[in-house]
């Protein structure tokens, strides 16, 4: 008996349906229920929630989800051996477990959705940053998704918080800062993993900024590689090849030409994205 469902425990699970861990996949499953669960909780309450989960592995994370009263779970997994286990889940909650199998950067979310969702994930530590900034720069805005809680690497949780003038802060603080709040909730040690990473973890929770300042995802992508690939060069000359007059966008957007990247305020980028928005119109 499990902590939180009459299903078996993790360690079975995995023997039964031989899921090791593949470095390949970017797997380290989270074999602790009772961390599991918590997890779920620090995305907030999920009655009548529907809830999209990445690279479930043998479903630690999406029994806690069930068990704690989501509407439905939505389970991305490109391992074929797990969708087999995660199979018994579906079963132990018919009709509440939708099992995808294949690639998360190559599905529409958006579209699987009805109303509000949420994504609650251990990530695939080798596709985790892609994912966040494909949710984080689509179009629409608000999102189709409520909240962002999700497990990272302890440095790219700091990335993602970092505030302007901070060692960390770079293109990933400044696209989360933009169109939201993001907190770190709690670390994960990494005895909890099977098998253990080299690093600590960090569950990071993100919600959706109703009014970010406005600018083109696009651009502002644009703007920040340029200026975080060159961070310890000048504005005046990391930016140089993506404007036309550098020197106005930058008079424009208030920021001193000598000024390096890891000072320029959130809304100075998207200032400079505005006005590359404007040369190209």
């Known amino acids: 008996m499990s902590a939180i469902d009459d299903l078996p425990p993790l360690r079975e699970v995995i023997r039964r349906h031989e899921l090791s861990a593949r470095k390949s996949l970017g797997q380290n499953f989270l074999l602790d229920l009772n961390l599991t669960a918590r997890i779920a909780r620090a995305?907030?309450?999920l009655e009548g929630v529907t809830v999209v989960e990445v690279g479930p592995g043998p479903g630690g994370l999406t029994r806690a989800l069930l068990a704690l009263?989501?509407?439905k779970v939505i389970a991305i997994e490109k391992?074929?051996?797990a969708v087999a286990a995660l199979g018994d889940v579906a079963e132990?909650?018919?009709?509440?477990?939708d099992i995808i199998e294949?690639?998360?950067?190559?599905?529409?979310?958006?579209?699987?959705?009805?109303?509000k969702g949420r994504i609650v994930a251990n990530l695939p530590y080798n596709i985790g940053t892609q994912l966040l900034v494909g949710w984080l720069t689509t179009d629409r805005w608000p999102p189709w998704w409520d909240s962002l809680t999700l497990m990272f690497q302890r440095e790219v949780a700091e990335r993602i918080v970092a505030a302007p003038g901070s060692e960390a802060y770079g293109r990933l603080g400044v696209l989360c800062g933009w169109r939201t709040e993001a907190k770190i909730m709690f670390d994960v040690p990494p005895s909890a993993f099977v098998p253990p990473?080299?690093?600590t973890s960090s569950v990071v929770r993100l919600t959706p900024r109703a009014l970010p300042a406005d600018c083109s995802p696009r651009d502002l992508e644009v703007v920040t590689q340029a200026a975080f690939g060159?961070?310890?060069k000048m504005l005046r000359q990391s930016l140089k090849g993506i404007f036309l007059d550098l020197a106005g966008a930058l008079a424009a957007a208030d920021i001193d030409p000598t000024a390096r990247a890891e000072t320029v305020s959130i809304e100075g980028f998207a200032a400079?994205?505005?006005a590359r928005a404007t040369e190209r119109a």
């Open 43 to 45: 995305s907030g309450p």
């Open 69 to 71: 009263g989501a509407e």
């Open 79 to 81: 391992d074929n051996r």
């Open 92 to 97: 132990r909650y018919p009709g509440q477990l």
């Open 102 to 115: 294949g690639d998360a950067l190559a599905i529409d979310l958006g579209s699987r959705i009805q109303g």
């Open 197 to 199: 990473p080299k690093v």
């Open 230 to 232: 060159q961070r310890r």
């Open 272 to 274: 400079l994205a505005r």
